[in-house]
């Protein structure tokens, strides 16, 4: 990003206080509308009504954009602080031209969205298509066909980056490090939540095999006998599809008779998920395939010990052996015998966390992503039309 557009894109402060509490269905045209010579103009596109990982990501990141760009949302699970945008808006911005070079950012996260955006750019509205990827595979025909349309693409990881089929920015997700933090008394916390023993140890994420949920039952099953101060948490949905397999884990649990040590707590309010992360000693993430994994960093922040599958982002984010402990995905025996050590002195498992908190202020703020991703914004926005 070169300097004249860094301080156009970085001088908007009328934007983050004139847009700091919108609350009319269409106020996002309004703002977009009124945005000053200088400002990128952001659309971010959330179309999905169930709340998933892409969601939070752009509720994470948009407050951030906006202190950036004049930013709307439009779709469903709008953060506070980002301007709505609603059809009737959208449609407006048909016949209302952007500033600078006649070009509005269109950052879409799906291939919905990514469809969304090509069809509306053929209908006359005027946007710059950026898409963000994640997956690490080969990607189908038409989310290649998509891609190959859009202005820039980013990819969170080296990795997702490889399966592109174009050149990309690779930028890596960050977290909220003030709402992801260490509570000031983690036994505090523990106590706080009811649990039996003096530790919690937890894998968080949708529960399937995916997500390694059996591997981490599995690790649990022949750990916790052994280690009677520890109480193991699952946090996530239980979908329709897996339901079988959650039954079968549940009888697992029940063989063993630890029902009371091994707890599945189910899909929690997003604004309750933070707290569980302060509350634990040592989190395990037993993924067997993922695209980057916010939960890694979710448990960094917030001080936990951590062990994880070499899957997503994992070889990225965690020192091996430093700020946290790498093992094979979808190994239960070396789940075991990574996370035995930490369980048996709890004090390296604290010393860990700290580290891994570290890490993440040092490498995975929310901030830093946020100003790359406009660095690309910049780009496409500064290429007249």
Known sequence: MDDELRKRARQAPHVSSTCREPNERDEGARRLDGAAHGDIELIIPNFNWRYSGVTATNRAMAPLLARHCCTAWLGPHRPDGVAPLGLTGLVRLRFSTPRRHGVRIWHARRNVEMIAGVLLRALGFRLGLVFTSAAQRHHTWITRFLIARMDAVIATTEAAASYLERGSAVIHHGVDTALYRPPVDRQAAFTAAGLPGRYAI???????????????????????????DFTAVVIGRVTLEHRAFFETLRGEVEKAGLSERIRFLGELPIEEVPPWYG???IYAFTSRQEGFGL???????GGAALVAARAGAAGIVVDDGATGVLVPPGDADALVAALEPLMREPERAAEMGRRGRARVLAAFSLEREAEQIVD??????????
């Open 202 to 228: 937890g894998a968080f994420g949708r529960v399937r095999a995916q997500k390694g949920t059996d591997v981490f039952v599995a690790a649990m099953c022949r750990l916790l006998p052994k280690y009677p």
């Open 295 to 301: 939960t890694l960093l979710e448990a960094m922040a």
């Open 376 to 385: 690309v914004y910049a780009r496409v926005w500064g290429v007249p039309l």
């Open 279 to 281: 509350r634990l000693a």
